[in-house]
């Protein structure tokens, strides 16, 4: 505590102050001393909590930058995989065409071999053992022509008598016994059907035609334009998924920024009331 004196006009000896000014400079001091105590107090709480908001500052700017790097991480990845991607289904395009032109030529010749096998009519003079009876009878089973049957084989007679009995399959899974088609008779009929399947396939054709491989080659062109136009467009897709990461990006941190400066705008009022309040008693200490 410092001594407060008086000093008379004319320059004499001072004169001491009275018993109610040191009260009065006591009481001053003492409430000084407890408001700086106070603002102390506070001041480590306003450091924690400032601490603190910087630390979740840092936080949210990480999470912002992380996000971005993650998402154009994505983006890259994402690319590479449609770029790959398309690389390999161009690169498979004449390997397609091959394909295609293989099973059109496929179809192709089975339709010709049917017609074939069709236009190919069974007839008495055609299988030995077969007479004009037995053609009527086939002919009523739905069997006239070399396209009417595949294949025959041994099975339980219709009624369930008389044994066994000489079945000819009709296409789709259907299968009859026509009375009087036994072994003797099945077998050149089945000879007659392998040699009229014979020759249909000699005479089916054994390449497309122009017109048919130009048309494939047309499809196949056409996709390839297709798929390389979607390759040309990866790099600006890709930018553009860049530019959106990083637009949002920005604008994360600069609403962190904002908050930031509103969180330290209120929090500027500490410094002031403690400039304000203990004032007095730092001036009074020399501080």
Avoid at 22 to 46: K, P, T, V, Y
Avoid at 70 to 78: A, S
Avoid at 162 to 172: D, M, Q
């Amino acid at each position: 505590m410092t001594e407060s004196t008086t000093t008379l006009r004319d320059g004499h000896a001072p004169v001491p102050p009275s018993p109610a000014e040191i009260r009065a400079e006591r009481r001053r001091l003492i409430e000084s001393i407890r408001a700086l105590r106070r603002l102390l107090d506070g001041r480590r709480a306003f450091e924690l909590a400032d601490r603190r908001r910087l630390n979740r500052e840092a936080r949210d700017r990480g999470r912002a930058e992380a996000a971005c790097a993650k998402t154009l991480q994505r983006v890259h990845e994402r690319r590479l995989r449609r770029e790959r991607s398309l690389a390999r289904r161009i690169d498979g395009l004449d390997g397609k065409r091959e394909h295609q032109e293989r099973r059109a030529l496929l179809v192709l010749r089975r339709e010709s071999i049917e017609s074939s096998l069709r236009a190919t009519r069974l007839t008495a003079s055609d299988v030995n053992g077969i007479g004009a009876g037995l053609i009527r009878d086939l002919a009523a089973a739905g069997i006239r022509t070399a396209a009417d049957f595949t294949r025959v084989s041994w099975g339980k007679a219709p009624n369930g008598k008389g044994g066994e009995v000489l079945y000819i399959h009709r296409p789709h899974g259907r299968k009859v016994h026509v009375n009087g088609i036994g072994e003797h008779r099945g077998r050149p009929l089945m000879e007659w059907r392998r040699a009229a399947v014979a020759r249909a396939k000699a005479r089916a054709p054994q390449e497309l035609p122009p017109d048919q491989r130009h048309r494939i080659a047309e499809i196949i062109e056409a996709e390839r334009a297709r798929l390389q136009a979607e390759a040309a467009e990866l790099p600006r897709e890709a930018d553009a998924a860049r530019e959106e990461a990083v637009r949002l990006r920005t604008e994360a941190l600069s609403r962190l920024t904002e908050a930031a400066r509103e969180d330290r705008t209120s929090c500027i009022t500490f410094p002031t009331r403690y400039s304000a309040t203990s004032r007095p008693f730092l001036v009074t200490e020399g501080i």
